[in-house]
Nanobody, 123 residues
């Protein structure tokens, strides 16, 4: 069993930055590819970015490429999402996810979800 707890969400102006963190419980964190999804009001949950078990490979959605970056610290059981040049359309609930698959996470393959953290970008 893995529990994921996100933090770092909040309100930011367009063009600003935020860093989300996701702390995982348990001693098997490095067994999982990790990723971030987001869900805006009235929309489906979508993949944002993923990172391999060792951290040497990542995948990023086209909509955030060049602005968002994912990293992980297996010693701290934590994965991070650095969000720069934020836009109002990035407003969503952001979810941390753990998967036994690859870096291109899909919702159906996610083994564990965090509870979500709200990110609001004002124009």
């Amino acid at each position: 069993q893995v529990q994921l707890i996100e933090s770092g969400g909040g309100l930011v102006q367009a063009g600003g930055s935020l860093r989300l963190s996701c702390a995982a419980s348990g001693r098997t964190f490095s067994n999982y590819a990790m990723g971030w999804f987001r869900q805006a009001p009235g929309k489906e949950r979508e993949f944002v970015t993923g990172i391999s078990r060792s951290g040497d490979s990542t995948s990023v959605a086209h909509s955030v490429k060049g602005r968002f970056g994912i990293s992980r610290d297996n010693a701290k059981n934590t994965v991070y999402l650095q969000m720069n040049s934020l836009k109002p359309e990035d407003t969503a609930v952001y979810y941390c996810a753990a998967s036994l698959g690859g870096v291109q996470l899909a919702p159906i393959g996610v083994a564990y979800w965090g509870q979500g953290t709200h990110v609001t970008v004002s124009s």
